[in-house]
């Protein structure tokens, strides 16, 4: 019997009302539990209800149903019977987020895209990331997070250092004193959470790192970013929290915010979630609302951007990658950073725009077979990926 939370994901879903915890939930449900009795149960009322808002031709959808299922070829023009009959709800299914979702190619209509050679072009897989991280202390010593047991790692005056059950990094103690700053880094690849000595919560993505003391002492409490990272402050108006990214300090009492500050990108990007933050350059400042993201360009110039889809910004830290109207060195930057692999084109980049999401468990090919439906072709070569004409 189909369950009353299911009901209640799918229609928060068709309002554009569920959060990315819900949606998380919905696709997991989708991709490993649902049959097919309650797939059509759960998703007919709400896609009749919703379906003439979503222009979509049959050729699309056919399309969509066929990747997502894996039961024809993408270029395949008649799709077998099972396709046709469960067209609706398993593009529906498709739209839900499951294991891949519906790509949108916004510049042109999509074309057929011929799998053929697949085999040939595709030499090897690619696994996702992971729970990895290096965590080096005030002594230098490094310690490797992902390969380190539960249970207290080391301690640091009157501070102990204890990797929890559920992977995450805490420091349990009261310091005094002078401050012992530790640095947590991801590789590309890799990503992990952190629960400083506040209570502040850090999510740090791949190729990222944040320094910090191992007790905060003094009127502030100060760390500094590089990569992307996402933080959930904890609360505390006498000692403000200042993050540092670049030339840009970033200062909160307690709210919820993301920063990515990747060298390869031409701006540092700040976009506030929840609660208030002051954002900083050498040139200017600005105090940011729940919505909205300064740019900082490398001169100090400050832009602010708002309606800024939060949901997108901080998908990675809930498990997809998420885009909305991204080109395609947008897309690839992403999968170069967490799938640890280096791109390339042959000849001129293409011109898509993609919206949508993908689950970032999902191995390479998958991610790159779903982006094949727009037109475009990929070839893996070891720890390469070509873009080709």
Same mark, same amino acid.
């Given at each position: %019997? ?19 915890? +819900?949606?998380?939930?919905?696709? !997991?449900?989708?991709? #490993?539990?649902?049959? !097919? ?22 050729? @699309?959808?056919?399309? %969509? ?32 987020? /499951? ?11 999509? !074309?057929?895209? %011929? ?7 595709? =030499?090897?897989?690619?696994?996702? #990331? /992971? ?41 349990? /103690? ?5 401050? @012992?700053?530790?640095? %947590? ?46 933080? +959930? ?5 006498? @000692? ?28 540092? =990007? ?14 200017? =400042?600005?105090?940011?609302?729940? #919505? ?24 990675? =830290? ?9 080109? @395609? ?26 919206? /949508? ?33």
């Amino acid at each position: %019997m189909l369950s009353a939370r299911i009901k209640y994901l799918v229609e928060r879903y068709f309002d554009n009302s569920a959060t990315a915890a +819900e949606k998380l939930e919905l696709a !997991q449900w989708i991709d #490993g539990e649902a049959s !097919q009795e309650e797939l059509e149960s759960a998703l007919g009322a709400s896609w009749e209800a919703h379906v003439p808002q979503i222009q979509m031709p049959d050729e @699309m959808s056919d399309r %969509m149903v066929a990747s997502f299922f894996g039961t024809v070829p993408i270029a395949q023009t008649a799709p077998v019977a099972r396709v046709v009959r469960y067209r609706w709800w398993a593009a529906a299914a498709v739209l839900l987020l /499951g294991g891949g979702i519906w790509w949108a190619m916004q510049h042109r209509p999509p !074309q057929p895209v %011929m799998v053929a050679g697949r085999a040939e072009r595709y =030499k090897n897989e690619v696994a996702p #990331g /992971g729970n990895r991280a290096l965590l080096t202390l005030a002594d230098g010593r490094v310690i490797e997070l992902d390969s380190a047991g539960n249970g207290v790692l080391t301690q640091q005056g009157n501070v102990k250092i204890v990797k929890q059950s559920n992977g995450e990094l805490a420091y349990e /103690g009261n310091g005094t004193g002078e401050a @012992m700053y530790n640095k %947590m880094s991801t590789p590309r690849g890799g990503q992990y959470r952190l629960k400083l000595p506040d209570g502040t919560v850090v999510w740090l993505n791949a190729a990222s790192s944040v320094f910090y003391p191992a007790a905060f002492v003094g009127k502030e409490r100060r760390v500094t970013v590089t990569g992307e990272v996402y933080f +959930e402050v904890a609360a505390n108006a006498n @000692m403000p929290f200042i993050v540092k990214a670049g030339e840009v300090d970033i200062t909160v009492m307690g709210t919820r915010f993301n920063v990515n500050a990747y060298e390869q990108e031409a701006v540092i =990007k700040t976009t506030l979630v929840d609660g208030a933050v002051s954002v900083a350059s050498t040139s200017t =400042k600005y105090i940011l609302k729940p #919505g909205q993201q300064a740019q900082v360009k490398p001169n100090g110039s400050l832009a602010v951007m708002s309606n800024i889809d939060t949901e997108e910004i901080i998908a990675w =830290k809930n498990g997809f990658f998420q885009f909305n109207d991204a080109d @395609m060195p947008t897309v690839m930057r992403q999968l170069e950073q967490w799938y640890d692999v280096k791109v390339s084109y042959e000849g001129d980049i293409p011109k898509r725009s993609f919206g /949508g999401g993908i689950q970032r468990s999902l191995p390479l090919t998958e991610v790159l077979s779903i982006l094949e439906a727009n037109d475009v072709k990929f070839k893996i070569n070891g720890k390469n990926i070509t873009v080709l004409k």
